[in-house]
């Protein structure tokens, strides 16, 4: 089983800036402590909506997130817009211990706002994403979160039959690009929030 300690040291070795808690709560309020009076964007992901950061954040700034679009815009048009946001906050679909993170994703918004175009990018992630090593975290991406978002969806891929990745051609195929990260960027600021619960998004 994956330590959360040592991939929070395997992380600051590759240059992120980490804090952990030990609740989704107390996660929650050091993000709205950080983030005031600003422009922020959110990528897909069930973690933030269970944190319910879209709301507590919403309250002293101006958030947009394409899962729940205003009424004057469209979620293609929202993701569209969120480049603009000054800060970003995602997840991944897994995380090594040894310090790579792995997103696959359908739009490729999530992907595009991770790796460049806002001042700073909070990745949200909790302790069930965490995996022994690089090929594993790979794998839990393909074949325990992508097809449980295929099924959240109600996608007709064979992944929502049998919640296993079977590479297919379905037109309606959420997992169309993948990206990792194995160090901090050049230039822009990854912050990484992880959180001790096994029991936090997909």
């Known amino acids: 089983m994956a330590d959360i300690l040592k991939t929070k040291e395997n992380l600051e070795k590759n240059g ?11 996660a929650a309020k050091y993000l709205n402590d950080e983030i005031d009076g600003t422009t922020v964007a959110f990528g897909g992901s069930k973690t933030l909506d269970q944190m ?19 009424e004057d815009s469209t979620p293609n048009e ?3 817009n969120a480049r603009y946001a000054k800060i970003y906050l995602s997840s991944v679909n897994g995380l090594a211990e040894t310090g790579e993170l792995v997103n696959i994703d359908g ?8 790796f ?3 001042e700073k990018v909070y990745l949200v992630i ?14 839990r991406a393909r074949n325990i979160a992508s097809p449980l978002n295929a099924k959240r969806y109600n ?26 990260i194995w160090k901090a960027p050049m230039v822009g600021d990854i912050e990484i929030v992880l959180i001790n619960n096994d029991e936090m998004g997909f």
């Open 16 to 26: 992120f800036k980490v804090h952990l808690f030990d609740t989704p709560e107390e």
């Open 52 to 70: 319910g950061l879209f709301d507590s954040l919403g309250a002293h700034n101006d958030v947009i997130w394409h899962w729940y679009p205003k």
């Open 78 to 80: 929202t993701r569209y």
């Open 107 to 114: 739009a490729f918004n999530r992907l595009a706002s991770v």
């Open 116 to 118: 460049y175009g806002h």
């Open 126 to 139: 909790s302790k069930n994403k965490i995996t022994d090593d690089y090929d594993s975290a790979v794998w």
């Open 155 to 180: 996608t007709k891929t064979p992944c929502v039959q049998d919640g296993k990745c079977h590479d297919c051609n379905s037109p309606e195929r959420i997992c169309r690009g993948m990206s990792v």
